[in-house]
């Protein structure tokens, strides 16, 4: 029989597996069998339903008398708390009462003791003034002080009380004799127990006895001078033995182990710690400063340099120290900075120009000194002398062993030299100058080193050079030196552009000095191209003059007009011309190393076009017959080679016209006129057609002047 009662009880409880598993009870697990029986299925249903009734009758029934015990519990429950409400009300009326009495008592209790207090305090007050009068009358008397309370080392606090006390009380007495011994004696006293108080408070600190030193900073503080001697004497003590390295190095961990005592001992700790500052930089720091530059002062530029370092140091240790509570300013660590290096900051920038004017006169000195030049004063253009000039020419290679020297007379290595000495004094303004004069002292280091780099380096150089450069003295054979001069000073340009650019114009950006600047440079710049566009119209000239002088010395007329074949020797070019090819043929290749862009373009096309103008006029000096004119046409090929090394458009289209006109040196009488309408003389001037046409020995015998009308 299948147990109802423990089938119902299971959690949770499903009816549907209780069904599935009653039918396999009551089948015996037989149900899908052909052996089932339904009646025994059917039997043991209704049995089951049967116990299920009686189960429920009997939960029924428990239920009534569960429900009837918390009926009578409730009931007991309701009666209870009734009665404890009844007594909860009695106990808030008696503490009512009670409340009531206490706050008459204590009325009571604050009245009598107003009372007592007036009773109290003028009897205290008497009581105290006896006892200074007891104190006061030992003063008076001529004997030495024997109260325990003056004599007793232990009784220092006390001791300190009651002769503050009497210090005020004697402040208030008049100046008689009666009184004037007492005030002495309680003055004397007065300073003893002040001296004795400030000795205690220091051999405390320097046991590290905190709530000591605590305890006489507040007795103190009602002294005259003890407070404030007893900071001194705090400031002092804390110093001993706290320097061992480098001052600057010190000072930071010096201050923070004292702002922890000063933060436990001082009420107005600040003021403290604002002093014991001023007092480091006041005498130590301030000392070991003047100390490092008065041994420097003999040397301008070590002392420029010790005292940006000791600055920039100090600056450091001002910003570490602003996170201690020192004032309330945030000015106030830059203006102590400021009042140490006073003195120097003074005169600072004054030393600052002399320095760094001292410093490029001696790098060029040793520059000059170096390369054996004698600098020397320029002289103007009407007063230098033929003799003068032609010892400026041998210097600078004209005549002399020296060839470079022009060239060597501009050192990128020096300019270099010189602008880090720029760097390094603009570096040091941005930190020992005020913001607000910082435009003006750059605007000053420019002003020198336009003077020393520009003015005195590159102008100078090319002034002498230019002085130099033989002006229509054949004599002496040009070298080109401004050329490979003009080269460097484009290198030494560009790096004091970029020292303007990058170091000078951002500390004057904003002020009235930037337009200054970038005008001062435009100026010096613009005397530069002018001093070189002169110097290169000069060595141009030379290089021509040269030219013209050696075809006038050495090509004679019989060159161009030889009897026969045999006397033209080789027909491939004269000496003259080898000569001259060879000169210029030079002059070109320095030309294309030392100059480059457009520089190159616009020095290339002037020189051809002046080469082949003395040319042209010198061949316009002589009269050719046939052969001549063959021996013409073969100079003028290599004249053309050696131009066309100059790559430029004009040179060659002047050369081809004037190869040209020599053709018609050589052309038959009778094809004269065709070739006058060849494509490059048909644009030419007639005259020219005429000049040229006249310089042929059968000119007049083959009736050559009527061709060209």
């Not at 370092?309 to 106030?332: C, G, H, M, Y």
């Not at 401004?482 to 170091?503: G, M, P, R, S, W």
């Not at 119209?537 to 004679?556: N, R, Y």
Request: aromatic share 8%; with cysteine.
């Amino acid at each position: 029989m299948l147990d109802l009662e423990k089938e119902l009880r299971q959690e949770p409880f499903v009816v549907d597996g209780f069904v599935d598993r009653l039918t396999w009870w009551a089948t015996q697990g037989q149900a899908n069998k052909d052996e089932f029986d339904p009646n025994s299925l059917e039997e043991t249903f209704e049995d089951s339903l049967r116990q299920l009734k009686s189960l429920s009758d009997k939960n029924k029934k428990a239920i009534e008398e569960c429900e009837n015990a918390c009926q009578r519990v409730e009931a007991e429950e309701k009666k209870r708390l009734l009665k404890l409400e009844e007594e909860h009300m009695m106990a808030a009326n008696q503490f009512h009462s009670l409340d009531a009495k206490i706050h008459r008592i204590s009325a009571k209790a604050v009245a009598l003791g107003e009372q007592l207090e007036n009773v109290n305090v003028p009897r205290a007050r008497l009581v105290e003034a006896r006892t200074l009068i007891k104190y006061f009358h030992e003063f008076m008397s001529d004997d030495h002080l024997t109260s325990e309370v003056f004599t007793d080392p232990y009784q220092l606090l006390a001791a300190a009380d009651i002769i503050q006390k009497l210090y005020n009380l004697s402040i208030e007495l008049p100046n008689n004799e009666k009184f004037q011994r007492a005030k002495q004696k309680i003055s004397k006293k007065y300073e003893e127990i002040e001296d004795e108080l400030i000795r205690t408070f220091l051999t405390a600190q320097h046991e590290n006895d905190r709530e000591t030193m605590k305890t006489y900073v507040a007795t103190l503080s009602t002294f005259k001078l003890g407070y404030t001697r007893c900071i001194d004497g705090f400031i002092e003590e804390i110093q001993q033995g706290a320097y061992f390295r480098d001052v600057f190095s010190d000072i930071v961990p010096l201050c923070e182990r004292a702002s922890q005592l000063i933060d436990d001992v001082f009420a107005i700790s600040e003021s403290v710690m604002t002093k014991l500052v001023v007092t480091i930089f006041k005498t130590k720091l301030q000392v070991h400063i003047q100390q490092q530059l008065d041994t420097k002062t003999e040397n301008l530029d070590l002392y420029l340099t010790t005292l940006y370092e000791l600055f920039k140091k100090t600056r450091q240790v001002s910003t570490q120290l602003s996170v201690f509570k020192i004032a309330n300013d945030p000015e106030f660590l830059p203006h102590l900075q400021q009042n140490v290096f006073e003195k120097h900051l003074e005169r600072y920038f004054t030393n600052e120009c002399k320095n760094l004017t001292e410093k490029c006169h001696s790098h060029l000195d040793g520059h000059y000194s170096f390369i054996g030049h004698q600098k020397k004063t320029l002289p103007s253009a009407q007063g230098l002398s033929d003799a003068l000039r032609r010892e400026f020419q041998a210097r600078l290679g004209g005549s002399g062993t020296d060839g470079h020297l022009g060239a060597d007379l501009v050192s990128p290595d020096t300019a270099t030299l010189l602008l880090d000495e720029s760097k390094s004094a603009l570096k040091r303004i941005q930190l020992l100058c005020k913001p607000k004069d910082q435009p003006r002292a750059a605007a000053e280091i420019m002003k020198i080193v336009v003077h020393s780099l520009i003015e005195e380096h590159l102008a100078y150089a090319l002034q002498i050079t230019i002085w130099a450069i033989p002006s229509g003295d054949t004599k002496i054979e040009p070298q080109s030196n401004f050329l490979e001069l003009v080269n460097l000073c484009n290198v030494v340009v560009q790096l004091f552009d970029q020292h303007v650019i990058y170091d000078i114009l951002p500390l004057v950006s904003g002020s009235e000095h930037h337009a200054e600047c970038i005008q001062r440079k435009k100026d010096v710049l613009e005397r530069l191209e002018s001093l070189i566009a002169q110097g290169i119209d000069k060595t141009l000239s030379a290089i021509v003059a040269w030219v013209k002088a050696l075809l006038t010395a050495e090509q004679k007329r019989s060159d161009f007009k030889p009897e026969a074949i045999h006397d033209a020797g080789n027909v491939l070019q004269s000496p003259t011309c080898g000569k001259v090819v060879a000169f210029m043929n030079h002059q070109i290749k320095k030309v294309k190393v030392v100059l480059d862009g457009k520089n190159l373009e616009v020095v290339s096309t002037e020189l051809g076009a002046r080469f082949h103008r003395v040319l042209y006029d010198h061949m316009l000096r002589f009269e050719y017959n046939e052969i001549g004119g063959m021996l013409a046409i073969c100079d003028l090929n290599e004249y053309r080679k050696c131009a066309r090394e100059l790559k430029s458009p004009l040179a060659e289209q002047l050369f081809e016209i004037l190869h040209s006109l020599c053709n018609l040196l050589v052309v038959a009488a009778e094809n004269v006129p065709q070739v006058i309408k060849d494509e490059h003389l048909s644009g030419l001037d007639k005259t020219v057609i005429v000049a040229f046409i006249q310089l042929r020995a059968d000119y007049k015998t083959a009736r050559l002047q009527h061709v060209v009308r």
